[in-house]
């Protein structure tokens, strides 16, 4: 991958090989998966849908069977989440305990109806995960750099830049004041390093605000991960999309946190 930052803005409920490039029409009503293996957790989570454009973000797709095929032939079966009756999401979630790098996983997805989505992903084998010390940004002058070493087999890595939220869902300010504006999450796309200038700026506004907390996370990924979450794909629109999977659209990848550090944006929060 060139040195060029690719950047994109992720709104997600939860991110090479030939891809088959599956153009959905206005009236396609196809399975929609989502699923990222994270070695860091031990319970993996499926989201499922059907692509209908009849509800903003698909139907919630129920009553599926969703099973996950370790390196070794142990098969493991997920359980649904029960709804919390706004039956806006179709999680399965998949206890796998630790998970084998550099070895092929197989995600098979079985609807109420039979129809068959399914696909393979691979965790990148990488050094243990670094936290760096917390530190003090003054985004007037300084630049959050950050340089990590090449994982093999690994194109592209995701810097992921978020406020963290509290109970109530409000992003969490180093002091006790509310924000006053709606978080955001930046998300780079880069080869082994990143400068983020303290004045960048995402569609009109500072990414760095004064008096918050921001955790920044690098991550390595898969090809599907990438592919997927780099174009931005939408499932619910009439667009040639990447996918990975066969018999539906989505992504089932992997993702590697390998570098994860807090910084606090000196200054008060807006309105106070």
């Known amino acids: 991958m060139s040195s060029r930052t690719t950047w994109a803005v992720l709104a997600l409920s939860l991110l090479g090989g030939c891809l088959d490039h599956t153009p959905l029409g206005p009236e396609a009503d196809v399975v929609v998966v989502h699923a990222v293996l994270n070695p ?12 209908s454009r009849d509800i903003t973000g698909g139907i919630p797709l129920h009553g599926a069977t ?16 029960a709804s919390d009756g706004s039956n806006y999401d179709a ?15 197989h995600l098979r997805v079985v609807t109420a109806d039979g129809t068959i989505a399914e696909g393979d992903a691979t965790v990148p084998a990488t050094p243990p995960p670094q936290t760096m ?26 810097v ?3 406020m963290p939220l509290d109970s109530s869902g409000f992003p969490v300010a ?6 006053v504006f709606d978080w955001n999450v930046l998300v780079a796309y880069v080869d082994t390093s990143v400068a983020i200038p303290g004045t960048a700026r995402q569609k009109d506004l500072s990414v760095f605000q004064p008096g918050f907390r921001y955790d920044v996370i690098v991550s390595a990924v898969d090809d599907h991960y990438y ?12 667009t040639a ?10 992504v089932f990848g992997a993702i590697v946190p390998i570098l994860r550090q807090t910084i606090v944006v000196n200054g008060s929060p807006p309105g106070r």
């Open 40 to 51: 860091t957790a031990s319970v993996q989570h499926v989201d499922v849908r059907h692509s």
């Open 174 to 179: 180093d002091t006790v004041a509310r924000p």
């Open 227 to 238: 592919d997927y979450f780099s174009h931005q794909s939408d499932p619910y629109t009439p």
């Open 160 to 162: 992921r830049i978020s």
């Open 66 to 81: 969703v099973t996950l095929t370790a390196p070794d032939g142990t098969v493991r079966v997920a359980s649904e989440v």
């Open 241 to 250: 999309l990447p996918s990975s999977l066969r018999g539906g659209v989505g």
């Open 133 to 158: 010390a917390e530190r003090r940004f003054d985004r007037t002058t300084d630049t959050l750099r950050l340089t990590w070493p090449r994982t093999s087999g690994v194109k592209a890595y995701e």
């Open 91 to 105: 999680r399965y979630d998949i206890a796998t305990g630790t998970l084998t790098a550099e070895q092929p996983y």
